[in-house]
Structure formats: structure tokens, C-alpha cells
């Protein structure tokens, strides 16, 4: 099963509990009357918390797993995606997060470039492959949001 189907399904079920709990939320006392109220209130948005912690955590797995899956959002509606688009965020930010990660790790490690000590990152690759990362990044970036 590829990554973006089980994320997919773990985001359907994700939203399903999602609504439960905002259901319960909403149908709680405001404010608490009792103790026994303000607890359960207390319970209610602590399990929201964790639901959402989970969420993250389930997201950063299958980020390390297919980051550009986690980019386009497949699981997302068109809506979320034209929020997405309206709120900044587009696919070309991308090629921004990756060109500004590289850039960084190469001033960290200049000194060491220049003395010929291998990185294990972006700034041991010839120009030659770099030209072939960008043209790579450039196709699938195409392939992944605009066909």
C-alpha cells in the first residue's frame, strides 16, 4: 500500500474522530457549572490535544517516508487546496525550502568543502549533479502537481 493511501485513510478516520470529539466539545457545559463539569471539560479537550499530537506525529512518519506526498496533500479537498494556494502556500515553495536547506547546510560546511572533506549532504555534489538534481526536482515537481 503506498504511503499517501494509508495516510489517506488515516486521515478520513483521523477527521471522523476529529468531529466526534468537537461534537463533544460542543455539547459540554459552557461554562462548567461543577467540578464534575470543568473535569470532564478538561478530559475532553486533552484527548483533543492528543488526537491532534497524533495526527502530527503520524504526519512527520509519513513525511520521512514520501515528503512530497506530504506536500501535495492528496487526502486534501479542493477547497483546502485553494486555502492552501490563497494562504501562501504553493508548490513552488518547494523548490524554495530545498534551494534555502542546501544553501544552509553549504555555509555550515565550507570550510570543510574547501579542505576536501566529504559533507554527506547537498554541497558534495559536482555541478554536473546539481544540474541533475534541479532537472530531476524540476520533473517530478511537474509529474507531482501540474499533470
Given at each position: 500500500?503506498?504511503?499517501?493511501v ?9 477527521f471522523?474522530?476529529?468531529h ?25 479537550v ?5 488526537h491532534?499530537a ?32 490563497i ?34 549532504d547537498?554541497?558534495?555534489l ?20 501540474l499533470?
Amino acid at each position: 500500500m503506498s504511503n499517501s493511501v494509508s495516510f489517506s485513510r488515516f486521515y478520513d478516520n483521523w477527521f471522523e474522530q476529529l468531529h466526534h470529539l468537537v461534537h463533544q466539545l460542543n455539547k459540554a457545559p459552557k461554562p462548567p457549572s461543577t467540578d464534575e463539569d470543568a473535569t470532564h471539560l478538561a478530559h475532553l479537550v486533552d484527548k483533543l490535544m492528543s488526537h491532534y499530537a497524533e495526527y502530527y506525529r503520524v504526519k512527520s512518519v509519513a513525511a520521512e517516508r514520501d515528503v512530497l506526498t506530504v506536500f501535495t496533500a492528496p487526502w486534501a479537498s479542493w477547497l483546502e487546496r485553494s486555502l492552501h494556494w490563497i494562504a501562501g502556500w504553493r508548490p513552488t515553495t518547494l523548490f524554495h525550502l530545498v534551494y534555502t536547506e542546501s544553501s544552509i547546510l553549504f555555509e555550515s560546511h565550507i570550510v570543510d568543502i574547501l579542505r576536501g572533506l566529504r559533507t554527506g549532504d547537498l554541497g558534495d555534489l559536482s555541478p554536473t549533479q546539481f544540474r541533475q538534481f534541479t532537472l530531476t526536482f524540476v520533473y517530478l515537481f511537474y509529474f507531482v502537481f501540474l499533470s
